[in-house]
């Protein structure tokens, strides 16, 4: 049951074959048996399961909400959650409980979906392995697969410390992580340079940077604020296209959000990639690609032109800059976002006066 999709579980909730209260109860279970993993900072046990019972009671009495109606979902900790402690994964906010929702969790919650906790990731989301914040690393739950251990017992060199567990990749990666154990059905993270999608590769999960200004960024603590966008990770690309169908859209809160009509939309069961063209630009077989990856890339080039689609190697000759400007403007943004948070502000000072900048 845990294992199913999004439309799989939303069909078997609107059928009766499990209710919004069990389908809570499983995923709260296995967060507990999960711990190890430390992909959660907070665990929303309480909250839950009173969503759940209302979405239940919504069930019986005909009037569902949407599509996510009574479905477990996680939260990456640097989305504001009103009433519900949000932290960035730094002890500067710790204790901090935002008066209000994200924009794109009140429309997860306005769509029914059930708030399980909140994912850990490197401190103000600065990172990429997830084992930078202040409540210690997140685990890969590959690193407790059989297939890993079984690679780990050929490869010998590797000292019992280094066996014992693999990073997530990050900003997001208690997000990754969450999805990956079926501790939740999808998940919000956010993506600067790849905080989504580095760690959705590391565990496995599909994971989506949208196009900026297609969701909101209302509510999500800035780290860049010219690159950041608020990310999804599921277990398919069918989940994929179904949350961003909830999330996508203008929002008067954000003026960085398109003004078009935004109309959600779902992937075909069969998708005809015959007029399809296919670029890959030759600049991204940079040096250090390792020979795994690269063989992974050309497998899925190769799978396309097997499906009739044409692949073409293409230039993109400006790659070799983005490295410079983007840390250039990272530096900047992050210097300008960090700065509020100087111990007057926020609650450290409230905490122990003698912790305050003077």
């Known amino acids: 049951m845990l294992r199913s999709s999004l439309r799989e579980i939303s069909a078997a909730l609107k059928e009766g074959q499990v209710s919004p209260v069990e389908l809570c109860q499983k995923c709260l279970a296995l967060i507990k048996a999960t711990k190890f993993l430390n992909a959660y900072i907070s665990v929303t046990e309480d909250t839950a399961l009173k969503q759940a019972e209302a979405s239940e009671k919504r069930y019986r009495e005909g009037q569902r909400l949407g599509d996510l109606d009574g479905i477990p979902i996680a939260v990456k900790d640097n989305f504001s959650t009103m009433g519900i402690e949000t932290t960035c994964a730094s002890n500067m906010l710790k204790g901090f409980i935002p008066p209000y929702n994200a924009t794109v969790v009140q429309k997860l919650l306005d769509q029914g979906a059930v708030l399980v906790?909140?994912?850990?990731?490197?401190?103000?989301?600065?990172?990429s392995g997830s084992t930078d914040g202040a409540f210690g690393p997140v685990r890969n739950p590959w690193s407790y697969s059989q297939q890993y251990r079984d690679r780990c017992v050929q490869n010998s060199s590797m000292s019992n410390e280094e066996l014992s567990w693999l990073i997530t990749g990050g900003s997001s990666g208690g997000s990754a992580a969450a999805v990956s154990s079926f501790t939740c059905f999808a998940?919000?993270?956010?993506?600067?340079?790849?905080?989504t999608r580095n760690p959705a590769s590391l565990c496995g999960v599909v994971g989506l940077k949208p196009t900026y200004g297609l969701i909101s960024r209302h509510g999500l603590i800035p780290l860049v604020n010219s690159?950041?966008?608020?990310?999804?990770?599921?277990r398919c690309v069918d989940d994929a296209a179904a949350m961003l169908g909830v999330l996508g859209g203008h929002d008067p809160k954000d003026s960085t959000t398109v003004q078009d009509p935004f109309h959600p939309f779902q992937i075909p069961s069969i998708t005809d990639v015959s007029q399809l063209c296919i670029g890959i630009p030759k600049e991204y077989k940079a040096p250090g690609l390792s020979s795994e990856t690269l063989a992974v890339w050309s497998k899925a080039a190769a799978l396309f032109e097997k499906a009739g689609a044409k692949v073409v190697e293409v230039s993109l000759p400006h790659t070799c800059h983005s490295i410079v400007c983007y840390h250039v403007l990272c530096a900047?943004?992050?210097?300008?976002?960090?700065a509020r948070f100087d111990g007057l502000e926020y609650v450290i000072a409230e905490r122990d006066p003698s912790l305050a900048l003077e």
């Open 227 to 234: 690159m950041d966008v608020p990310g999804v990770l599921t």
């Open 187 to 195: 998940a919000l993270g956010s993506d600067t340079g790849g905080s």
């Open 117 to 127: 906790g909140k994912t850990n990731l490197d401190e103000f989301a600065m990172g």
């Open 332 to 338: 900047a943004e992050v210097a300008s976002n960090m």
